[in-house]
């Protein structure tokens, strides 16, 4: 399935100077991309767009939350998520392969999709660890059973330094 053309840039219609785009990224747009890591969400995305004679450059940002289970008690919680990337289309006579921030377009491209670069750059900035800071909000979403269960049952450091500290006279044969 194939994003909406609301994220196609008209290239030819843009004047010189800077033009600012701003999309509303809920599910449904990741879902064009099959991409399951962000369910439930509402993210705002900008694309600043600067044209000079030979080049665009685009400043993308993007802020809002995603709703994830939490890493460690497994409620539902709102996660913030923010990012930013700047990428130059150049325009070329001939292909060539794309860098890391030049993307390459032939002079006589109508139009360019900035929706799967929108999708690269939400989906990059998801946290990998996805836990709420229950200690500090009296109101914390988090599941109290799990967090003293979890509480309850860790190992004593000194316990484990010991056997390391025995493990160490251990002599092994050359």
Not at 1 to 8: C, E, G, H, L, R
Not at 89 to 110: A, C, G, N, P, S
Not at 127 to 141: G, L
Request: charged fraction near 35%; charge should be negative; glycine fraction near 4%.
């Amino acid at each position: 399935m194939k994003a909406p053309d609301q994220y196609n840039l008209p290239l030819k219609s843009i004047g010189e100077g800077a033009r600012i785009f701003e999309f509303e990224l809920d599910q449904d747009f990741f879902k064009s991309f099959e991409n399951d890591l962000l369910g439930e969400c509402s993210i705002v995305q900008k694309v600043e767009v600067t044209r000079r004679p030979d080049f665009l450059i685009l400043s993308f940002s993007h802020e809002g939350f995603l709703k994830a289970d939490c890493d460690r008690c497994l409620e539902k919680i709102r996660i913030p998520i923010s990012g930013e990337k700047q990428f130059i289309l150049k325009f070329v006579d001939q292909e060539q392969e794309d860098e890391e921030e030049v993307i390459y377009l032939l002079r006589d491209e109508d139009h360019f999709d900035l929706a799967p670069l929108i999708n690269e750059l939400t989906t990059l900035s998801i946290p990998i660890v996805k836990v709420y800071d229950c200690e500090k909000d009296p109101d914390a979403p988090c599941n109290p059973e799990v967090l003293r269960y979890l509480d309850s049952h860790e190992e004593p450091s000194e316990g484990r330094s010991q056997i390391w500290e025995q493990l160490k006279d251990l002599k092994l044969e050359d």
